[in-house]
Each structure stands twice: as C-alpha cells, then as structure tokens.
C-alpha cells in the first residue's frame, strides 16, 4: 500500500509520549516532574477527535502529566510503564474491534520498534533514533515535540477528506 492508502484505514492514533509528543526532554523540579507539549500538536488532537477517531498514550514512563495533557486533548487510553508497546498495542487494538492496518504509531526510539513494525501506518519523527526511522512508512519534517504529532494527523484526515 501507498502511504494515502495507508492513512485512509486510520481510525487509532497511538502516540509515544517522550521524543514524540514531548521534545523529550524530563526536567525534575523540587515540585514534580516537568514537561513540555505542543500547542499546535493538541489542537490537531481534539480535531482527530471530532473526526470521530480514537487515540491512546504508550509511554515507558510514568508522570502525573500524561493524565492531564490526556484530558486536556481527549485522548481516551494513556497506559504507562509500557515495556512492551507492540503487546500493549495489539491488545488495545483487540479490545477496540479494530485490525492492524487500522492503527498508526508515532514513535521516536528503540523501544517503539516493535510496535512500529506491527501497525499499518509506522510513523517516526524527524530526529527519532535510526532504527525508528529505518522501519518508518512516514517520518516527520518536525522533531519530536515541536508538532510532529500534528503533521501526522493532518496527512491522515487529508487522506481521509477529513481535515
């Protein structure tokens, strides 16, 4: 499949949060831990949303922030300390009704691999790892955190006559 073909079957989104939603950057402040999402990349979000699709946060990670940013966006599924995305993701995706080719992934690094390899539409940001981008259908002009999340979305409702 071509990559417009690929973006039409999207009907889940699944983002890694660090390197990805994030610039990957993790300050740790004397109150908590801090990070830094992209104005841009949540208002694509809450259009994904409108559009009537589904999104979900696999982070190896865990922080208090990703509930926020989740509610602030209408992002429905965070799952944290997330070792093994490619399982995680196959599960939500069972759980949703939904098939491979249905679901894109944006990851950075090497733990998001595997899922990458497995999901119809694998998407890698512009500064993410070799490996990430080497498995990669799409890689972002933007690195990640600075609305790579957001290209990507607006390809896929392109595509979909959505945006």
């Known amino acids: 499949m ?86 995680a993701l196959e599960q939500l995706t069972r759980q949703l009704g939904l098939l491979p080719h249905q679901v894109c992934f944006i990851g950075d ?8 390899l497995w999901c119809g539409l694998a998407v890698a940001v512009a500064d993410g790892c070799v490996e990430s981008r080497a498995v990669a259908h799409y890689i972002t002009v933007a690195p990640g955190g600075q609305a790579a999340v957001r290209e990507t979305i607006e390809r896929i409702l392109r595509c979909q006559g959505l945006w």
Do not use: M, Y
């Open 2 to 87: 071509n990559l417009a073909q690929r973006c039409r079957a999207i009907q889940l989104l699944c983002l890694d949060v660090d390197g990805v939603l994030t610039p990957g950057d993790v300050t740790h402040l004397p109150t908590g831990e801090s990070k830094s999402f992209h104005v841009r990349d949540g208002t694509a979000l809450k259009r994904w949303h409108q559009a009537g699709h589904r999104s979900a946060l696999l982070s190896g990670r865990r922080s208090p922030l990703l509930a926020v940013r989740a509610r602030e966006t209408g992002i429905q599924t965070v799952i944290e300390g997330c070792e093994d995305k490619r399982a």
């Open 109 to 116: 690094d090497l733990i998001d691999v595997k899922a990458l």
